[in-house]
């Protein structure tokens, strides 16, 4: 049988090197930032010193751009509210991103593992329960208080925590963010070369 934990990571390591590859993506790592001091910029450059910005004028990027602006409350702490122009602009997401080779691969992928339907909109629709479907979290532990926050919203929007960025794991974002000052990168705590073979 397959082990999932093996194929998310190849599946991850794979779309990391396909975006670096596609947008021609260049880093200045600079050096490893401070363990004791997070307020000490070890880093005094940008992360990102080159991307192909006509790259992002697809499709998919201009319905990801759309749909990360209803992100606007990265704090967990602040519940977010769904309203029908935010449905709307999540169904112009799945359905560009499904449109696309790399998800129609992804697609068949699954289909051949036996982990989704081939019908195109019942696959759809697991994309939306697995990213787009509000679950509840323990804001405090041992507390009732609880907010909700969905899959995408962790990895594409990021998350917050009073001062504190707990999660913020989309290139794309970063770059965006950086860019527009908004972001300022300190250095690296641990490297890992991302590449990807076909044995």
């Known amino acids: 049988m397959f082990d999932l934990m093996q194929i998310q990571l190849s599946t991850t390591r794979f779309l990391s ?20 001091d997070f307020t000490h910029d070890n880093a005094p450059k940008p992360l990102y010193t080159s991307v192909v910005e ?22 967990v702490d602040t519940a977010e509210t769904m309203t029908p122009a935010w449905e709307a602009s999540i169904s112009s997401f799945l359905d560009a991103v499904t449109n696309t080779t790399v998800m129609q691969s992804a697609h068949t ?6 982990l989704t339907s081939p019908n195109e909109t ?17 804001t405090v532990t041992g507390s009732s208080e609880v907010t909700v926050v969905a899959g995408f919203e962790a990895l594409f929007g990021g998350e917050v925590k009073e001062s ?28 890992e070369v991302v590449g990807f073979s076909i044995s």
């Not at 019942?122 to 323990?138: E, I, V």
């Not at 974002?173 to 908004?182: H, I, P, V």
């Open 17 to 36: 090197y396909y975006c670096f590859q596609t947008f021609a993506v260049k880093c200045n790592f600079q050096n490893m930032a401070s363990h004791k």
């Open 54 to 75: 006509s790259a992002l004028s697809s499709a998919t990027y201009k319905a990801l751009d759309n749909l990360i602006a209803f992100y606007n409350q990265p704090d």
């Open 109 to 114: 992928f699954l289909v051949d593992l036996g």
């Open 122 to 138: 019942l696959f759809k629709n697991q994309l939306y329960s697995l990213w787009f479907t509000f679950y509840a979290r323990d």
């Open 164 to 191: 504190n960025v707990i999660r913020f794991g989309n290139w794309l974002r970063f770059y965006q963010q950086e860019k527009a000052g908004n972001l300022n990168y300190h250095g690296w705590f641990q490297r």
